[in-house]
């Protein structure tokens, strides 16, 4: 299965490169950011399914960002948990009145936080991707590695398994080349994002002789879709 990404937003770089440790031991893909000037440029590129935000930061506090981007039509239905010294009740309601799904208060443990990013991400239905997935005729089984269309097994690579994975998990959202290859392949991955055209190319071979190669949709300017409508 495709790693979780997750958008770390901490300024104290002690506890930032804990949380990114924690998070990749979890088999999380991590991205961070020191303030929301920070993590609202890389939102340009990547797309988090959580967002991770400490309420004090530098500049414009996390409460204030977590109001602000749950109005945004783009990025208003990312889950996000506040990390934050401040216990109060008050403050917790505050937290969760701007919009945030969670509130962990520090000091905290890993495991207890990475419990409860798990919990806020399949209330979202982001997380727990066990069992089959289905769009139209395609069914992969994320428990067996199989896939299925039409009730025809198919044969994928590893790549074009976690790419046909991701799409499913993420059905009609567009994503670039860059999103793609940071949410497929990796951060850490150095390939170039003609390779994300490689793959498209060959899964929508495979698909297509199946009649379903148009579920993969093109936006020009952008990158790609998967979806049932649009077909051609």
């Known amino acids: 299965m495709a790693a979780i990404p997750v958008l770390v937003v901490e300024d104290e770089d002690a506890i930032r490169e804990m949380l990114i440790m924690a998070l990749e031991q979890a088999d999380f893909s991590v991205r961070s950011a020191a303030d929301t000037q920070q993590a609202t440029d890389l939102l340009n590129d ?20 977590a109001k602000r981007l749950k109005k945004d039509k783009d990025h208003g239905d990312i889950p996000v948990i506040l990390l934050t010294a401040r216990g109060e009740e008050e403050d917790k309601v505050r937290g969760l009145e701007v919009g945030a799904d969670d509130y962990v208060t520090k000091p905290f443990s890993p495991r207890e936080l990475v419990a409860r990013i798990r919990a806020v991400l399949r209330r979202a239905g982001r997380f727990g991707q066990t069992g089959k997935l289905q769009l139209g005729p395609i069914v992969l089984d994320a428990d067996e590695h199989r896939l299925s269309i039409d ?42 994002e003609r390779t994300v055209d490689v793959h498209i190319r060959r899964l929508r071979k495979i698909l297509g002789e199946y009649s379903c190669e148009d579920l993969i949709q093109t936006v020009r300017g952008f990158g790609y879709r998967f979806s049932l409508q649009d077909r051609v």
């Open 46 to 65: 990547f797309v988090p399914d959580l967002i991770l935000l400490d309420w004090m930061l530098p500049g414009m506090s996390g409460v204030e960002w």
């Open 151 to 192: 009730d025809q097994p198919v044969m994928l690579s590893p790549t074009e398994h976690r790419l046909l994975e991701f799409f499913l998990t993420h059905p009609g959202k567009v994503y670039s080349r860059t999103q793609l290859l940071d949410q497929v392949w990796g951060r850490s991955a150095y390939i170039e």
